[in-house]
């Protein structure tokens, strides 16, 4: 406002009613239109391998990102590196990336286990084991694939049954309750008992001696929690991301500042150590996140939580997979968002039916997630 307009308006006592007619006028000019948010992540699924027929299923469904399972393994030394390389020609004819293995540490559980002694602290046995999965890291560098998926646990995947749902065509979901657990008297495994400073102490053996190597070969190890997060000395063992999910996930991440240690970052499995996992699952994403340290996404949703869950449709489940998606964008997730487990059925097909409509579900959410603008 000029100086002699602002003696005129003062004489009669509008000084206040110019400055605020002044401010409405510059409120009622349009704002920039916000940028919008930036979304990096992509659909993944890490079924099927890299033969024709599901490089195919997957091209149909707009997946061009995926976890090739693993080259063929030369007993005693590793990966073999040509068939390595076949497997990105294979996807690479489909205009398909290949953005990681699965390093041969699974969720099988120790009585199963390809190279056990790892998760058992056997020495000398282990160092050898050690020797092969860093043979198998350098395959992964020579190759081009930048990520390796693993697990470090003794027991397997947990389940107590399956829950049919009439209102989804009768699929089936996976289900675990503790409760019904306990009653079954499971027997320990050939670990015996294991608390979580041990299990600490057979990681950190581990990545000591191949984390320089995946620095080397820029290759990042995702490890993926143990599932599900149990309590205290379920048979003998206490996983390292158990009790406390999210305690366990803060100390295995801090382990190590570097950016070749992460996480397979599995949602279903981190929201079955949860009470509520619709709220508690947000800030879990940003604290790692915010950190770098989440390289893969499996998209799993549950109903339930702590001790007693059921695995069903992302759409379904107590989650709001639309938020998570959210904020996977706003720390700025580069990677492939995948799903895992699917429901069943006994319909032939049922399962690729299934991962189709999760393809689709999640290529919708980050769709979504990219047209949003910034507030």
Known sequence: MKRHQFMKVLATGSVGAAVIGENDARAAVPATPAEPKK???????????????NLEFKARHGVFNID????????????????????????????ISLD?????????????????????????????????????????????????NYNTTILPVLRTGRTVDPKRGNATYSTWNYEEASKRNDPKTIAGDVNIDMM????????????????EYKVKL?????????????????????????????????????P??????????????????????????????????????????????WNNFQEVYPDNGDMNF?????????VGFDGMVMPDHVPHHEAPGSTNEAFAFTYGYIKGLIQAASDEVRT
């Not at 143990?226 to 406390?244: C, F, H, K, L, M």
């Not at 970052?265 to 950190?291: H, M, N, Q, Y």
Request: proline share 6%.
């Open 39 to 53: 979304v990096l992540m992509k659909v993944g699924c890490q079924s099927g391998g890299t033969s024709v027929e």
């Open 322 to 330: 639309l938020q998570v998606v959210r904020a996977l964008r706003d």
């Open 222 to 258: 995702g490890n993926h929690i143990a599932d599900p997060p149990t309590p205290v000395g379920y048979r003998g063992i206490t996983r390292w991301n158990s009790p406390e999910v999210f305690a366990g996930i803060k100390r295995f991440a801090q382990l190590y500042d570097s």
């Open 260 to 305: 070749w240690h992460g996480f397979n970052f599995c949602i279903g499995s981190i929201a079955e150590g949860l009470k509520d996992p619709k709220t508690e699952i947000l800030p879990i994403i940003k604290w790692v996140g915010d950190r770098k340290q989440i390289f893969n996404i499996h998209l799993r949703n549950i109903k339930g939580g």
């Open 200 to 215: 600490f102490e057979r990681i950190t053996y581990l990545l000591d001696r191949c984390l320089p190597v995946a620095k």
């Open 100 to 148: 990681a293995y699965h390093w041969p540490l699974a969720s099988s559980g120790i009585d199963k286990a390809i190279f056990p002694n790892v998760m058992l602290g056997k020495s000398p046995q282990r160092d050898r084991e050690i020797e092969q999965l860093q043979q198998m890291i350098m395959v992964a560098g020579k190759t081009g694939v930048p990520l390796l």
């Open 68 to 95: 090739g399972g693993a080259p063929k393994i030369i007993e005693g030394k590793g990966w073999d590196l040509d068939d390595s390389m076949r497997k990105r020609e294979a996807c690479e004819k489909y205009g």
